[in-house]
């Protein structure tokens, strides 16, 4: 029988034994410039986070996807502020865990979550809006992916840049930067116009969301485009007719196809469609 005080003395060793251990179960908690796969820690202040999300317009209709989500803040602020379903995408499964608990703790378990993985793995195609904080060369390696995106996505980046992809729109928070695209469709190449009666051939050139062209108004004469632009899926572009009547432009383009409205400047209107050749 263990008399009561060698029973004392077990329970004060264990005791010391179990507090070392104990010690090493604190929560996780990052760390301001902690090495990450391709970036160091850094989270995006608040102030810039709201700018990045109301850039973009994010609604309740939106799927935000952010890429290297850290703490989860830009995913729990889509959620939680604009009522957006969001995702955030983190490689370092210590700090997915610790976002996912800030979900959980931020209320918006619901709309947002966090998933353990590489972004450059992960598929996120169902996003209608992306962000990030990367770095230069990270954002170059996502572009194309971004730019195979449905047209209309919308793209903000923390401070980084896509070179000559130039950005829709920046905006400026206490000397730091926010860049903005909208991702376009593709309509470079040869499109057979059809308004009305009237069909004509248009050829676009296109460098991103910058679109020049021209239109073949017969007897070998080609004619300019006039106020050719393209926003995500919306195209616009203005001619001179061989009758010398300026006819404006606007539409859609879905999946090779180009539909819209035109109207003419001595009153004439209607609808046109154009398809890729």
Do not use: C
């Not at 990045?52 to 890429?67: E, N, P, S």
Request: without cysteine; charged residues 20%.
């Amino acid at each position: 029988m263990i008399s009561p005080l060698r029973l004392a003395a077990l329970l004060a060793a264990s005791l010391l034994v179990a507090l070392p251990a104990a010690a090493q179960q604190k929560p996780y908690e990052p760390q301001i410039g902690q090495a990450g796969k391709d970036v160091i820690w850094v989270p995006t202040p608040d102030e810039v986070v709201d700018r990045m999300l109301t850039m973009a317009q994010v609604t309740k209709d939106d799927v935000v996807y952010d890429l290297g989500a850290g703490n989860g803040k830009i995913a729990i602020a889509a959620a939680k502020k604009f009522g957006a379903r969001a995702t955030g995408i983190e490689y370092n499964p210590d700090m997915a865990k610790h976002a996912q608990g800030n979900v959980v703790a931020a209320g918006v378990s619901d709309r947002a979550r966090i998933l353990q993985g590489d972004i450059f793995a992960t598929n996120f195609s169902e996003a209608t809006v992306v962000t990030m904080y990367l770095l230069p060369g990270l954002n170059m390696r996502l572009r194309p992916t971004l730019l195979a995106m449905k047209p209309g996505t919308r793209v903000v980046s923390h401070s980084f840049t896509m070179e000559d992809w130039e950005a829709d729109e920046i905006s400026s928070m206490d000397g730091r930067r926010a860049y903005f695209w909208v991702v376009p469709a593709q309509v470079g190449g040869s499109w057979q116009l059809e308004a009305g009666s009237d069909k004509r051939e248009l050829n676009f050139e296109q460098r991103f969301q910058k679109i020049e062209g021209t239109v073949n108004l017969g007897a070998a004469t080609q004619g300019g485009l006039r106020d050719a632009s393209l926003r995500g899926f919306n195209i616009g572009f203005a001619y001179v007719d061989a009758a010398g009547v300026l006819r404006s432009f606007t539409g859609r383009v879905t999946n090779g196809r180009m539909e819209g409205s035109w109207r003419g400047d001595n009153g004439t209107e209607g609808r046109w469609t154009a398809t890729k050749k």
